[in-house]
């Protein structure tokens, strides 16, 4: 089993940074491939950006492509999310998430944060 918390959200003005984390614990974070994913009020959750397990392969859906980074400390246990030229259509509750496998599909991955808001004003 996997336990993942989110931080680091909050409220930005556009064009704004933010910094996101999810911290691991209960099972090492070095054998899983981790995603990021969104979900703003009325919407379905989204595919942000997946990471491999060793940080070498990174993939981005095409609306933060650019803008969003992700990156991984497997000696820490933490995956994060530097997300840069925030705007307002990037408001959303944001989670992290572990699976066996890279995907972008959300019903592929088996363990979730609660998530971290996040809130672009304009």
């Known amino acids: 089993q996997v336990q993942l918390v989110e931080s680091g959200g909050g409220l930005v003005q556009a064009g704004g940074s933010l910094r996101l984390s999810c911290v691991a614990s209960?099972?090492?974070?070095?054998?899983?491939?981790m995603g990021w994913f969104r979900q703003a009020p009325g919407k379905e959750r989204e595919f942000v950006a997946g990471?491999?397990?060793?940080?070498?392969?990174?993939y981005y859906a095409d609306s933060v492509k650019g803008r969003f980074t992700i990156s991984r400390d497997n000696a820490k246990n933490t995956v994060y999310l530097q997300m840069n030229s925030l705007k307002p259509e990037d408001t959303a509750v944001y989670y992290c998430?572990?699976?066996?496998?890279?995907?972008?599909?959300?019903?592929?991955?088996?363990?979730w944060g609660q998530g971290t808001q996040v809130i672009v004003s304009s």
């Open positions: 209960g099972r090492t974070l070095r054998n899983y491939p």
């Open positions: 990471i491999s397990w060793s940080g070498g392969y990174t």
């Open positions: 998430a572990a699976n066996k496998s890279p995907s972008s599909r959300v019903d592929e991955y088996a363990y």
